[in-house]
């Protein structure tokens, strides 16, 4: 049996079906059935038009982006699925704010409903740093099925690491 990174943390009845999807090959079906096409949003521009709508949508009153972009050297399993950081320099005398978003390159190519979950989250930390009930309370405003999402990029990056690229 392959050992489930994404899924470290979850009952172990959770574990034994996903274990069981892999050994009948019918991860990739699951997964299909409710995600079955990818989304458009490439380019570096696209990624940042589709996160500032999102941010203004629900964080209007939060600082600006500076930058979102997908990062290819964000190690998903070690890391994070994408990073968000906010940095602060004084330039004469103004106080210039730099709030960046990056997305793991490997959600460049899926399901849309991945890439906002992951945007969301990034965006949650604009306004909580820690991983707490008030920031989750925060993502599920944005994204009502939020923590399914969750879930589910745990079972697509499964997907990738034991059977291959689902799309």
Same mark, same amino acid.
């Given at each position: 049996? &392959?050992?489930? &990174?994404?899924?470290?943390?979850?009952?172990? !009845?959770?574990? =034994?079906?996903?274990?069981?999807?892999? =050994?009948?090959? !019918?991860?990739?079906?699951?997964? +299909?059935?409710?995600?079955?096409t990818? #989304?458009?949003?490439?380019?570096?521009?696209a990624?940042?038009?589709?996160?500032?709508?999102?941010?203004? $949508?629900?964080?209007? =009153?939060?600082?600006?982006?500076?930058?979102?972009?997908?990062?290819?050297?964000?190690?998903? +399993?070690?890391?994070?699925?994408?990073? #968000?950081?906010?940095?602060?320099?004084?330039?004469? #005398?103004?106080?210039?704010a730099?709030? $960046? *978003?990056? *997305?793991?390159?490997?959600?460049?190519r899926?399901?849309?409903?991945?890439?906002?979950? *992951?945007v969301?989250?990034?965006l949650?930390?604009?306004? $909580?740093?820690?991983?707490?009930?008030?920031?989750?309370?925060?993502?599920?405003?944005? $994204?009502?099925?939020?923590?399914?999402?969750?879930?589910?990029?745990?079972?697509?990056?499964?997907h990738?690491?034991?059977?291959?690229?689902?799309?």
């Open positions: 049996m &392959h050992e489930l &990174h994404y899924l470290a943390g979850y009952p172990p !009845q959770v574990i =034994s079906r996903i274990q069981t999807l892999l =050994s009948r090959n !019918q991860l990739s079906a699951v997964i +299909l059935s409710t995600y079955p990818v #989304h458009d949003i490439i380019s570096a521009q990624l940042y038009d589709y996160t500032r709508a999102i941010k203004n $949508e629900y964080l209007r =009153s939060s600082p600006s982006l500076s930058k979102v972009v997908y990062d290819g050297k964000i190690n998903v +399993l070690n890391n994070a699925l994408g990073l #968000h950081s906010s940095l602060s320099r004084v330039q004469g #005398h103004k106080l210039k730099k709030n $960046e *978003i990056r *997305i793991a390159s490997v959600f460049k899926g399901p849309v409903e991945f890439l906002k979950m *992951i969301v989250h990034e949650a930390h604009m306004r $909580e740093k820690e991983h707490n009930k008030a920031f989750y309370s925060l993502c599920a405003h944005m $994204e009502p099925s939020y923590h399914q999402l969750e879930f589910d990029v745990r079972l697509y990056l499964t990738i690491d034991v059977v291959g690229p689902l799309y």
